[in-house]
């Protein structure tokens, strides 16, 4: 008989290898989803706004259910390891922080990690750090949520569930572009890309 897949095993699957990132951003997930009292989003019951695209972030997709094809998922660039989740039925949202780590780790992994990553490493140093760093996220996953998280209730106008629009034809390229976010360029429908483009012109 087959075994379930467990969300870990899951997440390790759709990231394509494990590391320290995958496993935080595992365990921002199931604290937001424990935070909200709720389960894997199958539509958009669940918004996450991720401040981060590490590696972390693959794992609270799976987790969470939340993805940008679904419009649930919305990634702000601020370079923050954190993430704010949002629950559609409650109205309840919590952000969560992921806390630095580092300091926490094996002194020996800290200095064989920094050797392998300057390319000083040798086959025998990689080997090790690789078994070094599955204790190290072993750790992670079984670490009092409070070390590793700091959970904040915050307050969070939902956005919008995901809308479909109409398409336009670009008058420079002839590709279809979602309307909103078409421009106008000498009163014609251009896409983001052509609206920037200018050839150079001779002037008389």
Known sequence: MCREKTDWEKAMEFHG???????????????????????RSPDEEIVVIA????????????????????????????????????????????????????????EEFTALRDRVRSGEGTPEEKDRLRKMQLEVIAGLLQAPQEDLLQVQDVQLD????????????CA????LVMEPRARVRDGQFVCIPCSDYYPSRVVG
């Open 17 to 39: 290898h494990i590391c320290i990132g995958l496993a935080l951003g595992y365990r921002a997930a199931k604290a937001g989803l424990e935070g909200l009292e709720a389960r």
């Open 51 to 106: 401040e981060t695209d590490n590696c972390g972030l693959d794992a609270v997709q799976v987790v969470t259910g939340c993805t940008m094809g679904k419009g649930n998922l919305i990634y702000r660039d601020y370079g923050k390891n954190a993430y704010t989740f949002g629950c559609r039925n409650s109205g309840k949202a919590v952000r969560i922080l992921v806390k630095p780590c580092d300091a926490n780790y094996p």
């Open 158 to 169: 939902l956005p919008e569930k995901a809308r479909i629009f109409n398409s336009v034809t």
């Open 172 to 175: 420079r390229c002839g590709e």
